[in-house]
């Protein structure tokens, strides 16, 4: 046993002493070689050029004040895709738009209002591609948890303005899955959004139930999910 241990000890120490050669290796070489073969290898590695990409964006968003048109081109090419995406091609997407993340996570740090609105789109971009893809392990979906969480500390980090209410409302419109419920972002969006959440699905429920007060059932006698939806919303606002 014990030199079963010390022969795993020394092969970690070599382990450890190569690669600590290769970056004295890489260390030596000059920029201009260093970025010919980072291009060579991104050019043959997707996810490795997303990486590129997203580095790019917020070097060129930081030279020009921020500006979300210099980022928005960038999250478009990272979450493209031509064709369906199928099983053996989700992993490798999803990889791929893990750089999305990232960069809406180092552009809510400089930029929390910029970042929402960088959110919204990148949400309904790969709201489509799910909708074009075989998901089945779920890995883009998780990316669409992580990019909401990054929405979320936007939102919580600079609260919108009432008017911001609207837009929320339309996001959770377009969502075809319907994944965050209608009050996820209220108890970190502030005072001014929370007012205006709270008075839109009250008119919206009273003006329902005014319209059909004795039932909860539909004209065909199923499941009326519209006024399951404003009356769930409306009494997620009264909690």
């Not at 738009?97 to 990148?122: I, N, Y």
């Not at 519209?226 to 009494?235: A, E, V």
Request: with cysteine; aromatic share 10%; glycine share 8%.
């Amino acid at each position: 046993a014990k030199k079963k241990i010390a022969a795993a000890a020394k092969r970690a120490q070599t382990q450890t002493a190569n690669r600590q050669a290769l970056r004295d290796f890489l260390r030596r070489q000059s920029a201009p070689d260093l970025a010919e073969r980072m291009w060579q290898w991104a050019e043959r590695d997707r996810a490795l050029m997303a990486e590129v990409r997203s580095w790019a964006a917020m070097d060129a968003a930081a030279a020009g004040g921020g500006a979300a048109e210099a980022l928005k081109p960038v999250i478009n090419q990272l979450l493209g895709y031509r064709d369906f995406i199928d099983y053996d091609e989700a992993g490798g997407y999803a990889r791929r738009a893990q750089s999305v993340v990232t960069l809406l996570s180092q552009t809510t740090k400089r930029d929390p209002v910029q970042a929402r609105g960088l959110c919204e789109h990148a949400l309904r971009r790969l709201w489509k591609a799910i909708e074009n893809a075989d998901d089945s392990n779920g890995e883009i979906g998780d990316v669409t948890v992580a990019v909401f969480e990054v929405l979320k500390s936007a939102v919580a980090a600079a609260p919108p303005p009432a008017e911001w209410a609207k837009r929320w409302f339309n996001l959770l419109d377009d969502d075809p899955f319907g994944l965050w419920p209608d009050d996820a972002l209220v108890d970190v969006a502030g005072p001014d959004f929370q007012r205006a959440w709270g008075q839109r699905v009250t008119d919206e429920w009273l003006t329902y139930a005014a319209r059909a007060p004795a039932t909860a059932r539909g004209d065909g006698g199923g499941w009326d999910y519209p006024r399951s939806k404003l009356r769930g919303r409306y009494i997620s606002h009264l909690k």
